[in-house]
């Protein structure tokens, strides 16, 4: 049975109820309006996030709070090294209450059957229990004994993992990270923001006292206006550019795809909207492309100490600086 119609926003109302969730977030997440702000933008164009950074930068905060101030059900799932695929997406268990006494199963959905999801340390998992996600990340659907169970809607995921150069960890596989459509890094706060920080109480607790901003058919709503956004040919013509070029890059072995580009205008798509426009802007493909197009693409070769991440990013960054901007 489906729930009631997502309400209907003009851009004025997105921004304005946007403006406010990002204030709430920002209660919980010190000094990184940023990356809240790119945290949402995800989940308005329907995308998953994967925030990779050493720990104790508030990876897990932020995606707590994301989950928090939306009137959603939100499960955590700590991967490690023992998770197994049944752990995420559920099984079948038996059922004797069935008449005459005989055996029969029935479907136990597992923890991702929720709308905010997060997986916690990601990559602390083995391949196998990563790649129980991916089905549910591209589809929304999991499939247990032959048979495919849709996922709620929406369905959101955040994941944290720490930089794979860390003890423990497996690299997610390259088909895995093009499911997400952005990948972000919180970072060290600034000396005024960790001073805060610092002084603050440490018996209290931000993330309990969060509101809920939204609740889902407000959250489907602001979606719903996502996809209505309009994207001029010009700006499609410039998104493309940014993505072939990163194809023609000699330090590149692989360029992004066609889903990375789809993914570059959803974005763009969503800044638009918090920004209280019904047209996207250069600008709004411009300052995305980097987090949307970095890890869908795969250093050549790479020489000295810096991780691949970092590598790709600057050689996105530098694609995105050299492309021109229509005018």
Known sequence: MSGPSPRV???S???????????EIGRAVHGKPEVIRRSVLCLLARGHLLLEDVPGVGKTTLAQALARTVHADFRRIQFTSDLLPGDLTGCSVPDRSTAGGAVSFRFQPGPL???????????????KAQ???LEAMSEHTVSVDGTSHPLPDPFFVVAT?????????????????DRFLMRLSVGYPDRDDELRVLSRDPSVHVLPDLDAILDLDQLRGLQDAVEGIKVESSLLVYLLALVQATRDHEALAL?????????LRRAAQAAALVAGRDYCIPEDIRDLAVDVLAHRVS????????????VSRWIVSEIVDRVAIPL
């Not at 250093?299 to 970092?310: D, F, I, L, N, Q």
Request: charged share 15%; proline share 7%; no cysteine.
């Open 131 to 133: 790649s129980a996600l």
């Open 113 to 127: 059957f929720g709308n905010l999801i997060l997986a916690d340390e990601i990559n602390r998992a083995s391949p």
């Open 161 to 177: 993992q720490n930089p794979k150069e860390h003890h423990g960890t497996f690299p997610l596989p390259e088909s895995q990270l």
């Open 299 to 310: 250093v050549e070769a790479r020489t000295g100490s810096h991780p691949e991440a970092e």
């Open 255 to 263: 360029g992004a795809s066609t889903r990375g580009a789809l993914a």
């Open 9 to 11: 926003f003009t851009a």
């Open 13 to 23: 109302q997105a921004a304005g109820l946007t403006s406010r969730w990002l204030a």
